[in-house]
């Protein structure tokens, strides 16, 4: 009888044992070898490329040809992940750094005071938060194609929606989808739109007017997405996705960081030392042609200057560095999993094989379908290149001469590239931005799919359409 019990009881434990969703490097992983089988089915290829005037390298159209076979090796799967973090040192150092300077900053309790009295202050009015955040960043992604440069935004953005009743997802969702939107529809965006129409030989940021329409009906859904998602959290938190992990976060700050609600003149100068970063960031991508590397150094210096400002001894400031960094070491390490993926395809020469199909494919259609096939063509492609201005030097120097065959106009063509290399960045696993980004929110990216998905299908519906527009009616040669 005795047997029977516990016999009984591991059965209903085996039963209520719940599907766990594999952890963001096991799915990765698993990417990494499903890429590594397909190494042995698709043939390997390759253009030539040629350096352009403009000093880009670019692929020369009608000089594919296959190569001698390079599968991925069961052992070159394992070199694939140290590779790719070889290759993603870039950005995963700079999440450490810009991690490690916020580890100083929330040390000094300044952010957390003045996201305290923010909250407050806007009592009822939160949700109007929400357009005003967003424009701002799809100005950044419509301009000067910003992208990296978000990432820190997270680490304020996140906490502030929580303690304003809304959630994570809106956190991370006012800096994602608000910075994709503005970079997929970008009007001159010079690393997507100026690459582009540079190599499509038509005059740079041509076309300025239909494109900063197109931006406008982006921007304009994707705010709607956030803003009715808040309301509804708002009304009922435990509609939200991220409800359970919410509040354990919320429970774990309210214990070991109880919030200081009087803002000092210190936490008043650290505040605005944080404003004149986020200015001279601003300064210097947009005049200075500031990158990865100088963006790290700037918030590092933020961090240093907090940490005396604060009155926190030397080694203080040390510590909470670390602690930063420690904060960030999956979000960190899981860009170079992502980048492990690209290895893969790259050293196994089948990224040009899958272009130089799929154009195939394009140059049979009727011309009416053509915009939609390069449309399609470059949604695909961007999941095995998340970099824009990469894709640009890619598939442009085919998907110009394909658009004068198929009569689809080059401006056109642009459009297509450009609408399907941005809509994915805000799902697709192989983006180290959004996964960086993802792991600063402490949000699963599944969680973030099942969140996300009726946003991206409408985004995709609407460049469908728009293409088809400008294909028929705009830009008709």
């Known amino acids: 009888m005795h047997d029977d019990t516990i016999s009984n009881e591991g059965n209903l434990k085996r039963k209520k044992r ?114 005003v955040v967003m424009l701002l960043f799809a100005l950044g992604g419509g301009t000067f194609g910003m992208s990296e440069e978000t990432i820190p935004f997270i680490l304020i953005l996140v906490p502030l929606a929580i303690k304003m009743g809304f959630d994570s997802l809106v956190g991370a969702g006012m800096v994602i989808v608000g910075s994709c939107a503005g970079f997929t529809a970008s009007f001159m965006n010079p690393f997507t739109v100026g690459v582009a129409q540079g190599i499509a030989e038509i005059p740079l940021f041509s076309g300025m007017g239909i494109r900063f329409i197109i ?49 000092t003149p210190r936490h008043a100068i650290i505040i605005g030392l944080l404003f004149l970063t986020i200015i001279g960031l601003a300064i210097g991508v947009t005049y200075f042609d500031w990158y990865i590397m100088e963006i790290a150094s700037l918030f590092l210096l933020m961090g240093v ?9 030397v080694n203080q400031i040390a510590e909470s560095f670390v602690d930063g960094c420690r904060e960030l070491v999956v979000g960190a390490l899981v860009v170079g999993m992502a980048y492990g993926i690209l290895v893969v395809l790259e050293e196994s ?66 459009l297509a590239f450009q609408l399907g290399d941005g809509i994915s960045n805000a799902i697709t696993p192989t983006s180290g931005v959004l996964m960086a980004s993802l792991a600063l929110a402490k949000i699963p990216w599944i969680k973030w799919i099942k969140w996300v998905w009726p946003v991206i299908v409408l985004s995709y519906i609407v460049g469908a359409i728009i293409i ?10």
């Open 18 to 131: 719940k599907f766990e969703f594999p952890h963001v490097f096991a799915l990765l992983f698993g990417l990494i070898i499903i890429t590594a089988l397909f190494t042995y089915i698709v043939p390997a290829g390759e253009y030539e490329r040629e350096v352009n005037d403009a000093g880009r390298t670019v692929v020369v159209d009608g000089t594919y040809q296959q190569v001698e076979s390079n599968p991925t090796s069961p052992f070159g799967i394992l070199e694939a992940v140290h590779k790719g973090m070889v290759n993603g040192a870039e950005i995963i150092f700079f999440i450490f750094i810009v991690g490690g300077a916020f580890g100083i900053l929330n040390a000094t309790k300044a952010i957390e005071t003045g996201l305290a009295n923010v909250s407050a202050k806007m009592a009822g009015k939160e949700i109007y938060l929400i357009p």
């Open 215 to 263: 931006w406008l009906i982006f921007v304009a859904f994707s705010i709607a997405f956030v803003m009715i998602y808040a309301k509804k959290v708002k009304k009922n938190p435990e509609t939200s996705l991220m409800y359970e992990i919410d509040k354990r976060r919320t429970m774990d700050d309210a214990e070991h960081d109880p919030i200081i609600m009087q803002l």
């Open 468 to 477: 088809t527009i400008v294909h028929l009616f705009v830009w008709t040669v």
């Open 305 to 313: 200057i907090a940490g005396f400002v604060a009155k926190l001894r």
């Open 349 to 414: 020469n089948t990224i040009d094989t899958i272009l130089y199909s799929l154009s195939g494919a394009i140059g049979q259609l009727p011309t009416t379908f053509s915009a939609m096939g390069m449309y399609a063509t470059q949604s695909f492609l961007n999941f095995l290149v998340p970099s824009g201005s990469g894709q640009a030097a890619l598939t442009m120097p085919i998907m110009t001469p394909l658009s004068d065959l198929t009569g689809v106009s080059r401006q056109t063509a642009v």
